[in-house]
T-cell receptor, first 113, second 110 residues
Framework: QKEVEQDPGPLSVPEGAIVSLNCTYS??????FMWYRQYSRKGPELLMY????GNKEDGRFTAQVDKSSKYISLFIRDSQPSDSATYLC?????????????FGQGTTLQVKP | KAGVTQTPRYLIKTRGQQVTLSCSPI?????VSWYQQTPGQGLQFLFE???????NKGNFPGRFSGRQFSNSRSEMNVSTLELGDSALYLC?????????FGSGTRLTVV
């Protein structure tokens, strides 16, 4: 079993839709959670960085962490064609392992005009 | 401010050869991590360096090695290349705002 599971998709939505991307993780020691966006032929770009349970909002993006069910989500409101990319969730276990990010497989999102 | 710079962007090598990849982190960042990205395995952690010391290592064979210099620039080396080493190699530098990745080096082994 992978430490972080993510449905690879692909996910196709019409422009303006609300997108929900999800990951589950197995290790309760994971405390820091990230969402990255990766365009083709580019490195991952950090979108959201959260600690512990709760919600964090940044513009059209909302990250949600539920530590009780080991479930993390990223919501994209009013999706745009420019949001078409691969979205990766990532986590690490805190002090002692901060440099070692563990990634999900990534979900490929296509937003159609 | 300048981001994370990786060189070269593309590389083609023959099986059995060795290769060295370079990463310059964001100015002031002292932690550099390396990752391998393939379609089958996704992003996998290789190793992390902090102040010239390897602080963490992933589950890769000893053919994969790295180092960090006093100016925080880092290099990774892969010896005796295999076809399966073909991948996008990414480096990330860590600051207060999290981890910033470079655009990667696309290595193709033929």
């Amino acid at each position: 079993q992978k430490e972080v599971e993510q449905d690879p998709g692909p996910l196709s939505v019409p422009e303006g839709a609300i997108v929900s991307l999800n990951c589950t993780y197995s290790n309760s020691a994971f405390q820091y959670f990230m969402w990255y966006r990766q365009y083709s032929r580019k490195g991952p770009e950090l979108l959201m960085y959260t600690y512990s349970s709760g919600n964090k909002e940044d513009g059209r993006f909302t990250a949600q962490v539920d530590k009780s069910s080991k479930y993390i989500s990223l919501f994209i409101r009013d999706s745009q064609p420019s949001d078409s990319a691969t979205y990766l969730c990532a986590t690490h276990g805190g002090s002692g392992n901060t440099g070692k990010l563990i990634f999900g497989q990534g979900t490929t999102l296509q937003v159609k005009p | 401010k300048a981001g994370v710079t990786q060189t070269p962007r593309y590389l083609i090598k023959t099986r059995g050869q060795q290769v060295t990849l370079s990463c310059s982190p964001i100015s002031g960042h002292r932690s550099v991590s390396w990752y391998q990205q393939t379609p089958g395995q996704g992003l996998q952690f290789l190793f992390e360096y902090f102040s010239e010391t390897q602080r963490n290592k992933g589950n890769f064979p000893g053919r994969f090695s790295g180092r960090q210099f006093s100016n925080s620039r880092s290099e990774m080396n892969v010896s005796t290349l295999e076809l399966g080493d073909s991948a996008l190699y990414l480096c990330a530098s860590r600051g207060l705002g999290g981890y910033t990745f470079g655009s990667g080096t696309r290595l193709t082994v033929v």
